[in-house]
């Protein structure tokens, strides 16, 4: 078998927002994929980056009071650091923003140019009238013109996978405002891609590089008519870079986004004195991508056309997946189904996610769904009470000793194993993974019935037959070291602990054809355990919203409310004794004039950023609306009463002309006002759903 050159993409996250467990369907597919191309011997290197340009992003900065460059520089953090939790192995781990990326934007633009495929055009955008700023495809909401599915965003539908602009949305809402969008003019760049009609209808259909259902999907919807051309351009303000030869004009986030695959590679060449050239534009090189299948127009018409203009490597293959679904369901935080990586990781051991994910992913684009049920029997059934059990009965047995100096007769079962090699690597090479696990979960059945039948435990009371259990547990671990060989792929943690266990790490597919003999087997650490159904709970009542606050203080006033006028029934004063009564503060005993009153600017403000403050136990930090582009950072001391996911989009009334005050946290801008002793005890004030950010209160 020769080696194969193989570089290997996922989809760019975007750097406004944290990984959750839907992302790490296409993360971890990908890993296991590079994982096993590694596996068998093969030069693959596995690139990815942050998508980092557009609009959420230059607003979220703006409402931070910090640079784009900073906000980003986090979220890669976070990023990377989520990533690594679930033992995803980039070559290299770029961003869009970086000089790389720009110089490759330059080169494929000038590409373009050179042929003749840019046009200029007016056209019909949607304006945020409230944040003053063009909306992107993704900070659109509406219903789908083609299918009537409502909330789906202004690039296509998820539902009917059908393309479309934003301004064909019924009742299109903008997601950073909740406005109302207006079209608008502006003066916007086309790239033209009819004239590749030929090329990417053969590409598409005879190439093999797509799945014959994508393949059908794309000759149905947009190959059987004229190619539209595509918007790469957005006008200032935006975050991104400028255009060289249309000042006032930026790259779309579209346009560079996928450019960022080969910048990535470009910092990976110039760590490793590599040339880009020999990744990119050498057709012995094999590019491999991995998506969801909500940006497949993207990938497989868009993309290619301009790697092809541009004189790139076309994709050999792209690996196109379905969504998520959590029992049975779409993602959500009210179900407490919408769960970070962050907050899977301080649950729930990876390896779980990484073999469930696996037994679950075919070669079609069908939806994955995490049933939590059959999570936790599925992991409790075959990793642990078939396969590590396996190491579980016989390394025990062996502690200190060594494995047979030849291997013992095993009526053919390691031969069994070995020969299975080929078409479990099939199955991973399709990314056939479900298949795959099933052939190896069918191998740790038969090992396991070895052992049964065996009882090493049993034969081991007779001191005459030492030498007859060193025998069978060096069987018993031998099939589990070639199990584990064939799972590494997906459970890389315990490849390592295997080696570890045996003195011999797992570094090659080929290990899985040669038994280990006279080895010593080193005392048995724990490898894997049942999932605690306790642990799963918690996870979920992690992810759920808290209760919200109006409802709580609607009971709380009702409840006081029908405790006074009982009390006056009775002929009784209601008196605060106690945390259930509503306890009367006494009034301000000095008047003060309307001139007095109206010295306070109090405004209507939406809350469209809140989060924890490191170090505070009380503040949480909230970045407020006051209509347009003005904004306030206030500190507010309400973090015991509600959580800062359940003040996002929130109407409150802000004391927005109060003398900012420094803080060690930061600058404070401002007042949310609020009723309550404190603690959790705190209300806040909310203005009718009528009423809009910026109006003043009277």
């Not at 992003?57 to 990023?79: K, L």
């Not at 373009?112 to 019909?124: G, I, Q, Y």
């Not at 259902?213 to 400028?242: I, M």
């Not at 404070?668 to 910026?694: I, N």
Request: hydrophobic share 40%; glycine share 6%.
């Amino acid at each position: 078998m020769s080696e194969r050159r193989i570089l290997v993409t996922s989809a760019l996250p975007y750097a406004n927002g944290h990984i959750h467990i839907g992302h790490l369907v296409e993360y971890i597919q990908t890993d296991i994929w590079v994982r096993f191309q590694k596996l068998r011997g093969h030069r693959c290197v596995f690139m990815c980056a942050d998508d980092t340009h557009g609009t959420a992003i230059m607003i979220r900065a703006r409402q931070e009071g910090r640079t784009e460059e900073a906000v980003i520089a986090d979220m890669r953090e976070a990023h990377v650091r989520d990533f690594s939790g679930f033992d995803i192995a980039f070559d290299n781990y770029g961003s869009t923003n970086s000089e790389e990326n720009r110089e490759l934007c330059h080169e494929i633009w000038g590409a373009l140019r050179k042929a003749d495929v840019v046009v200029e055009r007016t056209s019909e955008r949607l304006y945020d009238p409230e944040f003053q700023t063009f909306l992107a495809d993704r900070f659109v909401k509406g219903t789908c013109p083609k299918c009537g599915t409502a909330d789906q965003h202004g690039d296509g539908c998820e539902v009917c996978l059908t393309q479309y602009a934003p301004t064909d949305l019924i009742n299109p809402k903008s997601t950073l405002s909740g406005a109302t969008p207006v079209p608008r003019e502006s003066t916007q760049l086309f790239v033209q891609i009819e004239g590749l009609h030929e090329f990417l209808d053969q590409w598409t259909q005879t190439s093999g590089a797509l799945q014959s259902e994508t393949a059908n999907y794309l000759k149905n919807h947009f190959l059987n008519e004229p190619l539209r051309d595509w918007d790469v351009s957005r006008p200032a303000k935006y975050f991104g870079f400028e255009i060289p030869d249309s000042p006032g004009n930026f790259w779309y986030v579209w346009f560079d986004a996928p450019i960022g695959y080969i910048a990535s590679t470009a910092e990976w060449c110039q760590k490793n004195g590599e040339k880009l050239d020999d990744w990119w534009k050498n057709p012995a090189t094999e590019v491999h991508h991995f998506i969801g299948k909500d940006i497949t127009y993207f990938h497989t018409l868009f993309w290619p056309a301009m790697l092809k203009t541009a004189g790139f490597n076309l994709p050999k293959k792209v690996h196109i997946h379905g969504f998520l679904t959590v029992d049975g369901k779409k993602m959500s935080k009210r179900d407490g189904t919408f769960i970070s990586a962050a907050t899977y990781l301080k649950h729930l051991d990876p390896s779980y996610l990484r073999y469930y994910y696996a037994s679950k992913q075919g070669t079609r684009l069908d939806d994955l769904d995490l049933n939590l049920d059959d999570f936790q029997k599925k992991i409790d059934s075959d990793l642990v009470g078939k396969v590590v059990n396996i190491a579980s009965r016989c390394a025990k047995l062996l502690a200190g000793q060594t494995l047979a100096p030849t291997y013992p007769d095993d009526g053919g079962l390691f031969a069994q194993g070995a020969a299975a090699s080929e078409r479990i690597a099939e199955l991973y090479e399709a990314c056939d993974y479900n298949a795959a696990m099933r052939e190896i979960v069918e191998l740790a059945n038969r090992a396991n019935e070895y052992i049964d039948r065996t009882q090493p435990w049993m034969v081991r009371k007779d001191p005459a037959r030492q030498e007859e259990v060193r025998a069978i547990c060096s069987i018993g671990l031998n099939l589990f070291r070639q199990i584990v060989v064939y799972l590494a792929p997906v459970l890389p943690r315990l490849a390592q602990q295997t080696g570890e266990l045996l003195g011999t790490p797992v570094t090659t597919w080929a290990d899985a054809q040669t038994p280990l003999v006279d080895k010593t087997v080193h005392e048995y650490q724990h490898m894997m355990k049942r999932v605690e159904p306790k642990k799963v709970s918690a996870m979920v009542d992690e992810s759920k919203p808290a209760e919200p606050q109006v409802q709580k203080m609607a009971v709380a006033v009702e409840s006081a409310e029908q405790q006074a006028a009982e009390a006056v029934r009775e002929g009784e004063a209601l008196v605060a004794d106690s945390g259930d009564q509503l306890a009367a503060e006494p009034l301000v005993a000095d008047h003060c004039s309307i001139d007095d009153l109206m010295k306070a600017d109090l405004r209507v403000a939406r809350v469209i950023e809140a989060k924890h403050v490191e170090g505070a136990d009380k503040l949480l930090q909230l970045t407020l609306s006051l209509g347009g582009d003005v904004t306030r950072n206030v500190f507010a001391g309400i973090k015991k009463a509600y959580k800062p996911e359940d003040m996002i989009g929130q109407l409150v009334i802000c004391c927005a002309n109060l003398k900012p005050r420094q803080m060690k946290f930061g600058l404070s801008e401002g007042m949310v006002l609020a009723v309550g002793p404190g603690g959790s005890d705190v209300f806040l004030l909310r203005a009718d759903s009528g009423a809009k950010p910026g109006m003043r209160v009277h």
